[in-house]
């Protein structure tokens, strides 16, 4: 059986937070931001992807991360990116299961961090096809 939501979001939370953070962000109720209220906690942080898993356990699907395209991983064009929420929008979600129009926004992905990725993917190509080489090498020299 699912836990309601705000006792679900409360049990994850004492998973991460010290009871004095936890007791301040109760304290604020529906109107405390589950992301916002919970950044300035210096020994964890409450990240998007647990808020996304914990609406998913009420039935919330979350969106598609990319607009489909075959090269979406290679050179994507946009990013997808989530608003901070309240606690009474998040449970008001996990009751109607409808993401509000402003839940989101598609920001674009600049050239810079673009080259950045094909550069690190470059270089993990190169990385793997050195290490098989390598190993294809002792492999010939250990069978003669």
């Known amino acids: 059986m699912v836990k309601p939501f705000e ?3 409360h049990a994850m939370l004492e998973t991460r937070l010290s009871p004095d953070a936890l007791e301040r962000f109760k304290a ?3 109107d405390a931001w589950v992301i916002g209220d919970l950044d300035d ?12 898993l914990l609406l998913k356990l009420h039935g919330v699907m979350p969106l ?3 607009k489909v ?9 946009s ?3 989530y608003r901070d929420f309240t606690v009474g929008e998040l449970k008001a979600l996990a009751q109607s299961k409808v993401w509000p129009a402003d839940a ?3 920001e674009p992905i600049g050239l810079g961090q673009k080259i950045a990725s ?6 993990l190509a190169a990385l793997m096809v050195g290490i098989v080489a390598l190993l294809g090498f002792w492999l010939v020299r250990w069978l003669h």
Request: net charge negative; aromatic share 20%.
């Open 7 to 9: 006792k679900g979001l």
């Open 28 to 30: 604020r109720g529906d």
């Open 41 to 52: 906690d210096t020994k964890t942080d409450f990240y998007i992807d647990d808020m996304l």
């Open 64 to 66: 598609a991360e990319q």
């Open 69 to 77: 395209s075959p090269f979406w991983w290679l050179w994507p064009d």
């Open 79 to 81: 990013c997808l990116v």
């Open 104 to 106: 989101y926004t598609y």
């Open 118 to 123: 094909l550069s690190v993917m470059l270089i």
